[in-house]
């Protein structure tokens, strides 16, 4: 099987990005993106972010999660603590989260440290969820093999029936990290593949030192 995809090309040409324009704190930054995003009709989830973490086996993994909240110290989101993610991230808590928003031609790169939130955090969280995603929490051991779709089907229909009328508690297993950032690049594509990229990088004195990177 084959296919060239050398002809596949779009040009970006939305927006600039320039360092005259950008506040001293990334985060603002941040804000201003996800909003216009979020505002953009095109993009269906902004909160959707890629996030890579290190495996013990040394080799980087990422997929797919969803950021459920952001504040000045860092990026929030849920997930199961025995997950492969959550193995890897207990021995390696340097993570990396990427957004892409097409629509916009924005790509944002945040390398930083994940820990886990508060439990209290994370029970607010937990009970704002609907039921069957509580349940969901309480059937899959993220991560685990499991012989069929049936099994797990099963799993769930005990959980059911364990918590039925009942407050459905959060699996102690289950629960949110923030990543706290230590730097975080903003790409703007550009018309010919000169696009903007700036590097905000946390220094020592927790000011943020600003620089342009070659595209
Ligand atoms: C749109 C989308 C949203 C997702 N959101 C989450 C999430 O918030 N938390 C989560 O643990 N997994 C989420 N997943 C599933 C993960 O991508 C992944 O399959 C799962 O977390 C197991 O990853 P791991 O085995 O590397 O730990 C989402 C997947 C997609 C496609």
Same mark, same amino acid.
Do not use: R, S, Y
């Given at each position: 099987m084959e296919k060239d995809l050398g002809s596949y090309r779009k040009n970006y040409k939305k927006h600039a990005l320039l @360092? @005259? &324009?950008? *506040?001293?704190? *990334?985060m603002e930054l941040f804000q201003k993106w996800f909003y216009a995003a979020d505002e953009?009709?095109?993009? /269906? /989830?902004? &909160?959707i972010v890629n996030l890579a973490t290190v495996g013990s086996d040394n080799f980087p993994k990422s997929r797919i999660v969803l950021l459920k909240r952001f504040t000045w110290e860092g990026f929030i989101f849920y997930t199961n603590y025995n997950s492969e993610k959550g193995k890897s991230i207990a021995k390696n808590p340097n993570v990396c989260l990427t957004f892409f928003w097409h629509s916009i031609e924005r790509q944002i790169i945040i390398k930083g440290i994940a820990e886990k939130i508060a439990e209290n955090l994370s029970d607010g969280y937990f009970e704002s969820r609907p039921d069957g995603s509580k349940l969901g929490a309480w059937a899959s051991h993220q991560s685990e093999v499991i012989d069929s779709r049936t099994s797990l089907d099963k799993k769930l229909t005990y959980y059911e029936n364990k918590f039925k009328e009942m407050e459905i508690p959060r699996p102690d297993y289950w629960g949110g990290y923030i990543v706290k950032p230590i730097s975080i690049e903003f790409w703007q594509g550009r018309p010919n593949r000169m696009h903007d990229r700036l590097r905000y990088t946390l220094q020592e004195n927790y000011d943020w030192k600003l620089e342009r990177l070659e595209p």
């Open positions: @360092k @005259k &324009n950008i *506040p001293e704190n *990334p953009d009709h095109c993009v /269906e /989830e902004a &909160n």
